[in-house]
């Protein structure tokens, strides 16, 4: 074991893990933040997305030693009241459905946006590749992400 202390959505967390152990189980079993859903566990999904950074990654195979100084954020820390422009163009244009993979696709396209405030259609589809839907919602999301860019671009 040994004691990390993060950087978890603008608050320093202390924490006695053992080094490998995935931030995806830091976030879900020390610290409670289960907005992070464990999809595949071999970062293939997408469902653990989280930004380091400025940067989404994969959670799950993302040892808590290699945070270091590194700012993490998670869904629950993206906005207090789920109003960031990606989170709002989710629910106008109705991407949910069973809702198991959105956190990691808003995050995905928070941090997209973030880096590229316009994106063409092809640089959504890039940046979104590899966020796996099972209810195949791919068109909302890309509208999505697409309405968001354009609130950011007006606000």
Not at 124 to 151: D, L, S
Request: glycine share 10%; with cysteine.
């Amino acid at each position: 074991m040994a004691l990390f202390n993060l950087n978890i959505n603008g608050k320093t967390q202390e924490i006695d893990v053992d080094p490998n152990t995935p931030m995806l189980w830091v976030l879900r079993d020390h610290l409670k933040l289960v907005g992070t859903k464990y999809g595949c566990g071999i970062a293939q999904c997408g469902a653990c997305t989280v930004h380091l950074g400025n940067n989404a990654v994969r959670s799950c195979q993302l040892p808590v030693s290699s945070i270091g100084e590194e700012k993490v954020t998670t869904i629950e820390g993206l906005s207090e009241n789920g109003d960031h422009p990606v989170q709002k163009a989710w629910l106008e244009v109705d991407v949910p459905q069973c809702g198991y993979c959105q956190a990691g696709q808003i995050m995905t396209a928070a941090a997209l946006l973030e880096k590229n405030p316009n994106p063409s259609d092809s640089e959504i589809e890039t940046a979104m590749n590899g966020n796996i839907c099972r209810c195949g919602t791919y068109i909302r999301i890309k509208k999505a992400v697409k309405m968001a860019a354009g609130a950011a671009a007006n606000s």
